[in-house]
């Protein structure tokens, strides 16, 4: 049965949902049926396992899944990751494989992780793509080498590794890693929000990677053409109040795993507003592999929802560049409209199959 969840950073977010098992209690309460906590520490630092089995024990008597997140897998930026390397001792391998061993304890057997992180500087500095004293293809390569070295610990513990489709990595290049890895326990996490900062069409980039599919953070968008005309913006909407067909979508992912869990990335009152400059000449040299047919599929994304927000059938970009200052309600308003459309996109889902 398909379930649907939230992701959660207690880092980002801090316990405003209470925190271990209160936090499955309000989880519970809004209808979920699981979890995705992004960072095992920010469940419990030193991973005391009094901790993490009344965080277990929780989750089954709720009958809610939990997925683990394990930290960032890019060498290049352990060093904004301390707790994972204290964890080992100052072996950032051994923090991990510390993380793999308390999840196995636990029974939770899908992890989260991702190859870098969003930073606070204008696009294209905004990821680690653009460092030029560490180019991205060296990157490329020392993620690479880092899955191989965890992979027997992720095979010891019959451990499956997901890697986001996070925004400093197009979907191409993460296949490349997982079919290099070419092992049933390293697979990917889908976000199909965020391949739209790489220059990929949303549906195209579903497409490509679902065979490989084990874990997901959703949420809709909307691309409108950039105020300096120079390329994209992307805002972050709930499931089913942006440009994704989700219909198309969830048939697409469940065709290639039918026990997929649907976990929700909530925004809280972030617009998630991003700049894609598919225009500035230095942004398309970090990307060899773009396509002309995708760059003009999201281009039309963008007239589409200039279109819409004119004769006032959608928001307008103004409407969406706001921030909501009471963080959790707006993240509960986030989850609860996703969840809802979801839900009843599954519903349509299981009723266009013929019965026996």
């Known amino acids: 049965m398909t379930r649907i969840g939230s992701d959660i950073?207690?880092?980002?977010?801090?316990?405003?949902?209470?925190?271990?098992?209160?936090?499955?209690?309000?989880?519970?309460?809004?209808g979920l049926e699981g979890v995705n906590i992004r960072t095992l520490t920010d469940l419990s630092p030193t991973l005391d396992k009094g901790e993490l089995d009344a965080f277990r024990q929780r989750a089954d008597e709720l009958g809610m899944y939990v997925e683990m997140g394990v930290g960032k897998i890019n060498p290049y930026m352990t060093a904004e990751l301390p707790e994972v390397r204290a964890l080992g001792d100052?072996?950032?391998?051994a923090g991990m494989e510390r993380m793999f061993s308390a999840c196995a304890e636990m029974g939770w057997t899908t992890l989260w992780t991702a190859c870098a992180g969003v930073k606070e500087y204008a696009a294209p500095y905004d990821t680690d793509r653009a460092r030029r004293e560490a180019p991205w293809p060296d990157q490329l390569r020392a993620i690479s080498s880092l899955v191989d070295k965890l992979l027997p610990a992720l095979r010891h513990y019959d451990l499956v590794l997901g890697i986001e489709t996070h925004e400093e990595i197009t979907t191409r290049e993460l296949l490349r890693i997982v079919e290099g890895a070419d092992d049933p326990h390293v697979g990917i996490c889908l976000d199909p929000a965020n391949p739209i900062a790489r220059g990929e069409d949303p549906r195209a980039a579903v497409e490509r990677v679902a065979p490989y599919v084990v874990s997901t953070?959703?949420?809709?968008?909307?691309?409108?053409?950039?105020?300096d005309g120079?390329?994209?913006?992307?805002?972050?909407?709930?499931?089913?109040?942006?440009?994704?067909?989700?219909?198309?979508?969830?048939?697409?992912?469940?065709?290639?795993?039918?026990?997929?869990?649907?976990?929700?990335?909530?925004v809280g009152g972030w617009s998630g507003r991003s700049e894609v400059p598919v225009s500035d000449a230095f942004w398309q040299s970090l990307h060899p592999e773009l396509s002309d047919a995708e760059l003009a599929a999201l281009q039309e994304l963008g007239a589409e929802s200039a279109r819409a927000a004119a004769d006032g059938r959608e928001p307008s970009f103004a409407e969406l560049d706001v921030f909501q200052p009471d963080q959790r309600a707006a993240h509960d308003a986030f989850i609860a409209r996703s969840a809802a459309h979801l839900r009843s996109v599954l519903a349509e889902l299981a009723a266009s199959v013929p019965s026996r």
């Not at 950073?9 to 809004?30: C, E, I, M, N, Y």
């Not at 805002?235 to 994704?244: A, N, T, Y």
């Open 90 to 93: 100052g072996d950032f391998i």
């Open 230 to 266: 120079d390329g994209l913006t992307r805002f972050l909407r709930p499931c089913g109040d942006g440009q994704l067909d989700w219909s198309e979508t969830l048939g697409i992912l469940l065709a290639a795993n039918p026990a997929l869990n649907l976990t929700i990335e909530g």
């Open 217 to 227: 953070q959703l949420r809709d968008i909307r691309v409108f053409p950039s105020p």
């Open 9 to 30: 950073s207690l880092v980002r977010v801090g316990d405003l949902w209470g925190h271990g098992p209160a936090l499955l209690d309000t989880l519970h309460a809004q």
